[in-house]
Structure formats: structure tokens, C-alpha cells
């Protein structure tokens, strides 16, 4: 470490050299003299008592003028060049000595000395003050470390921290010094003077995403942000700045750490506690929408009561709803309150629950074989869902759009259809429908048309191996088996028929239960063969071969 009084002793050594060791007669004496002249060099003073004239350097009596009375101490005598004796004198030796004892009130009793950078150097600073450098370490400063050569001839408040003699010079004492230490004094008497519940100005020094950083003159403290307000808070940087001037109230004092917790929000009444009175369970209210996220939107009744809408509670059917046509930031709705305890700052509320719940009367309005209507939500592949009402959706599957030969449905979610109910499940919750219902299935309008014995010329539809298929009508075909395809035996049916072709053919068995219809060309054949047997016979008397 650098010697902290290297500047005064070496002036010290200086005069002890300058003196002859047997002309030291009346060292260290204290006198005061008045100055006679002031040369370039030297100050002549004329002391009473004192047989020759005094003399002292001139650095050492700067700031005075001839005159001026001044106390110095005799430090040695001198003879000079034409014989005549010179008593030496020193002004800066009584400086440095009555200002030693500045430094040992400073380090015994942590009195603050007003100081100068003089350097910088590693490590740290050397400072100046009360006449005497010391060194300053980095982690007693204060400084910056970017601002460190910029504090080069600054003052600058110290405390002596440390007094060490030097082991090679017992003159020689090394000084640390201490900025820090002077902080943590004006720490512990600010600390000593608050007390719990005290209400404090404090200055924002930081911003957090769980709380603010503040400072009480010297004093760093912390205001969690559920201690900032009573109603929930997102981003604490909408609302305050560094530097900011806020008042709160002290919750806990921890002496040994220096912690000091704070709230804002206890300086000002719990809502929750005015709210016993303004709202019960059952209640119809409106309140502001604050936040909507995946599970509910919470709503405001007012300012720092807000309550949950849980998704369950935004409708009475069960299936995935879009919350935003119930609920958007920043708009009032009204709410029923299901739950309130205020105590636990606990408040539910419901959408649903404002209207009748229709599923307690569905059995009467919503019962198999009704014919309703509805307006398509959501359209899958598998089928749509339409609502009835609010709270009541139909599923329709795609195989209920329109019965087979019916033209391709083409839905779009706002329209409205007509169906008929063909399941109800009211444990939970569930309608199933179906469009196509509300017409005749095309086997119901064939039993109306088609009955055996009838006889039909229709096109062939297709031609397999074991038979033949007609189309009766859209959506309903007719079956021919190979063995009544022809009187006479065919052995390919692609020889004799082809698609598209126009046959006759009978209708000889009609299934209700597979919805079946057989078909026969071969007893058409038959019958006109036999007619004209019999009109041969009527005619010629014999029947043709």
C-alpha cells in the first residue's frame, strides 16, 4: 500500500536533515511571532524571548502577510553564511500535528473529514485529508468504476477506517479511509428512527416484474407487488417510473439485514372489507371486464374486487364456446354471483346462471320426433353443430344431411336449418338431429310406387357377374340375378346386356328389412311368350315352336 503520509514526512526528514545535530537546542518549543519580511524563499519572523530572528519556508506561510502574527515550533538552529544564527520554525509541523488529531477522532470516534481525490491508482484512490493521504479501496468508495478517473481532484466525505504503523519506519503510519463506512452509519441512525406501521416518502429505484425497489433517504426497501394495490396488477411499469415519489407503510423492519418491507396498498382501506355489505351470493351486478384467458375472464365489480367467470359457467351446454362473444376486455357485462367470501377474497361468478336453464325443461321442448330449427356454429367433416337456443345445440352428422340421390348439402355456419330430434340426453346435455328426416326416405316413396307384380322399364345401372342393377329411382336400385335375367341360359350377361340399356323386368320380392327389391326380365319373357302362344292358338289353332 502507498504511505499514506509519504508528502509529510517527507518534510519532516527535510528539516532534520537541514539542521547540524548539535544546533538542535529548543526543538519542537512552540512560539508566536510576528512576520518582519516575506522573501522569495523564506518568511523572517521577530518572536519575543528569542535572540535571533526566525526563519521559516515560504510555502509554509502562503497565506500570510507582513504583520500577520502566527504560532510556528522551533525545529533547530542554524548558522549562517556570514556568522549570524538562524532559529528554523515550522508552521506545517503544528498543522500536521494538531491534525493527527483529527485522524485519531476519526478513526476512534468515526468523525466525518472532508477529503480530496488525489489519484487513482489499482485497487483504489488516494485521498487527502486533514493534511494526510491515505488509500481508499474500490469496495469502501462508492465510485463507479466508469467514473473513477472523472473523481480525480473531487472532494470527497471519508472516515478513517484503519490506522496501521509502518514496520520499516516507525514514523510512518498508513491511513485507509472509507466512504462506504459513513453510509452505513447515516443507515443504522436513519434505521434506528423508523419503527413498524410508520408511513414513509420513498423514491422508486427499481422496477421488477414482482415488486418495486425503493429507497428511504439512505435506506433501501421492497414493496412486493401484492402489496402495491388490493386489485391484481399485470406489468408494475404501466404505473411507475424510476425516480418516482410514492408513499407506503412500513410492514416489517429486519436490523439485522437492513431490510425494510413496505406496502402501498395498506395506506388505503381493503375493498374487500366495504364489499360485505354491497354484494351477496345470488346477486345480479355488472361489472368490467379486466382479463380473459383460456379457463374464464375475470370481472370487476369494483375497484379491487374482481371475481372469476369460469368457462363451465359462460353457457349451459357443454361443448367449446368463444368466450369473446361473452366477455372482452374492457366492456361491462352482468354477472350473477354464485360465491363470495370476502375473508378469502374468493368471489365466483356466472353467465349462465341469469337465464333459465333450459335442459330442466328439455324433455317437454326439446322431445325426440320434434321438428326444430337451429343456426349452424361449427361445421366438421363428421357432421355440424347448430344452436336451438342459448345454452342448446344439436349435432347433426353428415349421414343425417339428405338421404342417397339427394344433391351434395352445401351448409355455411350462420344458417339457418329445419330438423327433426332423433335422440335427447338430458344427463348430459346432448340433442341429436336430423335434416334429412323431415322428408320421405327414398324407400318410402318407392313402397308408395313400387309393389311386386309391378312391372318397370328402367336403365341398367350396372352389370356383375351374378347379376344385373337398375336404378328404380334416385337413391333406390333393383337387383336381376343372372337366373332371371333371360329365359334362355346366358353364360355372360355383358353379351346380352350392356349399361345404360333399357330392360323390363318385373318386380317379384320386395324386403323391408334389408330395403331390398329382386327384379325379373325372365318372367316378363315368359308371360309375353306364353300370350303369344295363346294368341297363336286362338288364331291358327296351334301354338308356335
Not at 471519508?158 to 459513513?182: A, E, H
Not at 413498524?196 to 427499481?206: A, H, K, P, R
Request: charged share 35%; aromatic share 8%; proline share 2%.
Amino acid at each position: 500500500m502507498l504511505n499514506g503520509n509519504e508528502n509529510s514526512n517527507e518534510f519532516l526528514e527535510m528539516l532534520e536533515d537541514y539542521l547540524p545535530a548539535e544546533k538542535t537546542g529548543g526543538k519542537n518549543q512552540r512560539v508566536v511571532g510576528t512576520i518582519n519580511s516575506i522573501e522569495r524563499n523564506f518568511v523572517y519572523l521577530d518572536v519575543p524571548g528569542q535572540r535571533t530572528v526566525v526563519r521559516v519556508r515560504a510555502e509554509e506561510l502562503s497565506e500570510y502577510n507582513v504583520g500577520d502574527q502566527v504560532e510556528v515550533v522551533l525545529v533547530g538552529l542554524l548558522e549562517a553564511d556570514d556568522d549570524q544564527e538562524v532559529l528554523i520554525a515550522s508552521r506545517k509541523r503544528i498543522d500536521l500535528e494538531d491534525n493527527w488529531k483529527h485522524i485519531e477522532d476519526s478513526y476512534e470516534n468515526k468523525t466525518v473529514l472532508s477529503g480530496r481525490i488525489v489519484k487513482k491508482i489499482k485497487g483504489g484512490y488516494i485521498v487527502e485529508a486533514a493534511l494526510y493521504q491515505g488509500f481508499l479501496p474500490n469496495s469502501l468508495s462508492e465510485i463507479n468504476e466508469k467514473d473513477g478517473e472523472a473523481m480525480v481532484g473531487k472532494n470527497i466525505d471519508v472516515i478513517v477506517k484503519d490506522i496501521k504503523q509502518d514496520s520499516r519506519d516507525k514514523r510512518s503510519k498508513k491511513i485507509t479511509f472509507s466512504k462506504k463506512d459513513i453510509t452505513l452509519m447515516k443507515e443504522g441512525e436513519e434505521f434506528a428512527k423508523l419503527t413498524v406501521g410508520d408511513v414513509v416518502t420513498c423514491t422508486v429505484s427499481g422496477i421488477m416484474d414482482f415488486g418495486l425497489s425503493v429507497m428511504i433517504d439512505h435506506l433501501r426497501g421492497f414493496i412486493h407487488i401484492s402489496e402495491v394495490s388490493w386489485k391484481r396488477l399485470d406489468d408494475l411499469r404501466d404505473l411507475y417510473t424510476v425516480g418516482q415519489t410514492v408513499e407506503a407503510k412500513i410492514l416489517s423492519l429486519d436490523e439485522e439485514k437492513k431490510n425494510i418491507k413496505l406496502s402501498i396498498k395498506q395506506l388505503t382501506t381493503n375493498p374487500w372489507d366495504l364489499s360485505k355489505d354491497a354484494f351477496h351470493e345470488g346477486d345480479e351486478v355488472e361489472g368490467k371486464v379486466t382479463r380473459v384467458l383460456a379457463y374464464g375472464a375475470f370481472v370487476e365489480l369494483t375497484e379491487g374486487v374482481e371475481g372469476l367467470v369460469h368457462i363451465s359457467d359462460f353457457a349451459w351446454n357443454k361443448k367449446r364456446i368463444n368466450m369473446e362473444e361473452y366477455a372482452k376486455v374492457g366492456e361491462t357485462v352482468k354477472v350473477k354471483i354464485l360465491e363470495f367470501n370476502p375473508e378469502g377474497r374468493k368471489l365466483k361468478l356466472g353467465f349462465k346462471q341469469l337465464v333459465e336453464n333450459p335442459w330442466d325443461v328439455a324433455e317437454e321442448k326439446f322431445a325426440e320426433g320434434k321438428e326444430l330449427t337451429a343456426t349452424i356454429l361449427d361445421i366438421k367433416p363428421f357432421g355440424l353443430f347448430a344452436e336451438i337456443e342459448s345454452g342448446v345445440d344439436v349435432f347433426v352428422h353428415s349421414s343425417d344431411f339428405g338421404w342417397p340421390g339427394d344433391e351434395p348439402a352445401n351448409y355455411q355456419v350462420g344458417d339457418s336449418i329445419s330438423f327433426k330430434v332423433l335422440e335427447l340426453n338430458v344427463e348430459d346435455k346432448k340433442i341429436k338431429g336430423s335434416i334429412k328426416a323431415l322428408k320421405k326416405s327414398p324407400w318410402d316413396k318407392a313402397m308408395e310406387e313400387y309393389k311386386v307384380g309391378t312391372t318397370v322399364e328402367k336403365k341398367i345401372k350396372n352389370i356383375m357377374d351374378f347379376g344385373l342393377f337398375v336404378e328404380l329411382s334416385k337413391g333406390i336400385d333393383g337387383f336381376i340375378p343372372t337366373q332371371f335375367a333371360s329365359k334362355d341360359f346366358v353364360k355372360d350377361l355383358k353379351d346380352k346386356f350392356e349399361i345404360g340399356q333399357v330392360v323390363k323386368a318385373q318386380i317379384v320380392e320386395i324386403n323391408q328389412e334389408t330395403q331390398k327389391i329382386k327384379l325379373s326380365i325372365k318372367k316378363i319373357e315368359l308371360e309375353e311368350q306364353k300370350r303369344e302362344d295363346q294368341d297363336l292358338l286362338a288364331k291358327y289353332g296351334t301354338a308356335g315352336e
